[in-house]
């Protein structure tokens, strides 16, 4: 088993569901959160073109437990989405595997 986690920007909270839902992983959880982009007093130009050294972004968490193959496909269908859309802030996606679960009785 693993954990699943993906964050987004809000707007590609649709885009992100839909992929998930298309590997096999129709049970997941988003939690809204705000995204942090601090420069330090580093400007690079080129990220920063406007000169506002920090930026908030409306960001979306998404996290499942899931098997070690919808874990892999999903991740790989992020990757092939953030490869066809260069311009456009990435999904990231982390997996973790889970050492122990509480047991379910039903």
Request: aromatic share 8%; net charge neutral.
């Amino acid at each position: 088993m693993k954990l699943l986690i993906v964050t987004c920007l809000d707007a590609d909270r649709h885009t992100v569901s839909k992929l998930l839902q298309s590997v096999g992983i129709n049970i997941f959880s988003v939690n809204e959160t705000t995204g942090y982009k601090r420069n330090n007093g580093q400007p690079n130009l080129l990220d920063n073109w406007f000169g506002n050294h920090n930026a908030e972004f409306a960001s979306a968490l998404f996290f499942c437990f899931t098997d070690d193959l919808n874990a892999k496909n999903a991740v790989e269908a992020l990757d092939r989405r953030n490869a066809d859309q260069p311009g456009r802030m990435p999904l990231h996606a982390f997996v973790m595997p889970v050492e122990n679960k509480t047991e379910v009785s039903r």
